[in-house]
T-cell receptor, first 111, second 112 residues
């Protein structure tokens, strides 16, 4: 069963920040939050991950609430190439370390 | 830099047949996982191999089986194909079991 809930779709104007929310209210203390995106049925592409602190890399920022029950992926200046399905994933840090995907958010960046 | 390579990219099989999908992991990666992605759904975990041993399995029947070879390439075998097995099959490899995964582009399997 998926451990994350995301809105099915969002639109964002090109050049604006895209804020993608994710609920993971049943997350355990040793589980990480990962974000991947998938463009037109290619393989998922890694974006960012975090445990409890906010994280930033060249692609995006990840904001995790203090209670860790939700997070937001921020694409600071969305481009048309950012149009994709974005998956928020909870990942255990023991055992198989498998990814549990939800159904994702289909982000459409508009010109 | 080599990525994760899957073959074939597309495949059409008849119900009841058997299929083998192949994955060449990224160089230096000792962990591989396989996922099934039905149309419009998120990927579902099938199983994972770590240093040639299966160390985790999702909710898939035994007719889904796999192998990881000493060079860390991998196979997914599906016997007695059913129509519902039609999906995108993704292979993902990792430098080590606790590291993030790099996904291949997948094999699109259609069962008719």
């Amino acid at each position: 069963d998926a451990k994350t809930t995301q809105p099915p779709s969002m639109d964002c104007a090109e050049g604006r920040a895209a804020n993608l929310p994710c609920n993971h209210s049943t997350i355990s203390g040793n589980e990480y939050v990962y974000w991947y995106r998938q463009i037109h049925s290619q393989g998922p592409q890694y974006i960012i991950h975090g445990l409890k602190n906010n994280e930033t890399n060249e692609m995006a920022s990840l904001i995790i609430t203090e209670d860790r029950k939700s997070s937001t992926l921020i694409l600071p200046h969305a481009t048309l190439r950012d149009t994709a399905v974005y998956y928020c994933i909870v990942r255990a840090t023991s055992g198989t370390y498998k990814y549990i995907f939800g159904t994702g958010t289909r982000l459409k960046v508009l010109a | 830099e080599t990525g994760v390579t899957q073959s074939p990219t597309h495949l059409i099989k008849t119900r009841g047949q058997q299929v083998t999908l192949r994955c060449s992991s990224q160089s230096g990666h000792n962990t591989v996982s396989w996922y099934q992605q039905a149309l419009g759904q998120g990927p579902q975990f099938i199983f994972q191999y770590y240093r040639e041993e299966e160390n985790g399995r999702g909710n898939f029947p035994p007719r889904f089986s796999g192998l990881q070879f000493p060079n860390y390439s991998s196979e997914l075998n599906v016997n007695a194909l059913e129509l519902d097995d039609s999906a995108l099959y993704l292979c993902a490899s990792s430098f080590d079991i606790s590291y993030g995964y790099t996904f291949g582009s997948g094999t699109r399997l259609t069962v008719v």
